[in-house]
């Protein structure tokens, strides 16, 4: 098993960034794929952000391209998203999820372990 902490929101004006972190523990082999997912009131999950924990493979939903960088560090036990201009489309809980398998996905129900969430708020 592996659990997944994430840390880093808050509330930002539009045009701010923000970096949210994702450090995890536990079985190394449960967690080859790593994303980001976010979640606003009455809208489906969608996953913003993908990487590969070994080949460093991304994946970027059209939302994030250009703004959001996923990235992990050398140790491989944090992930982070670097989020850019921010606009009051953005708000959401945003959950790290991890997937236990080396084949890249990128769809929210392919992704085992989930973080707690936090929130990220953009007033204009």
């Known amino acids: 098993q592996v659990q997944l902490v994430e840390s880093g929101g808050g509330s930002v004006q539009a045009g701010e960034s923000l970096r949210l972190s994702c450090t995890a523990s536990?079985?190394?082999?449960?967690?080859?794929?790593a994303a980001w997912i976010r979640q606003a009131p009455g809208k489906d999950r969608e996953t913003v952000a993908v990487?590969?924990?070994?080949?460093?493979?991304?994946y970027y939903a059209d939302s994030g391209k250009g703004r959001f960088t996923i990235s992990r560090d050398d140790a491989g036990d944090t992930v982070y998203l670097q989020m850019n201009s921010l606009t009051p489309a953005d708000p959401a809980v945003y959950y790290c999820?991890?997937?236990?398998?080396?084949?890249?996905?990128?769809?929210?129900?392919?992704?085992?372990?989930w973080g707690q969430g936090t929130q990220v708020t953009v007033s204009s």
């Open positions: 999820a991890a997937r236990p398998s080396s084949i890249f996905r990128t769809t929210p129900d392919e992704f085992d372990h």
């Open positions: 536990g079985r190394t082999d449960s967690r080859y794929i």
């Open positions: 990487i590969h924990w070994s080949s460093d493979k991304t």
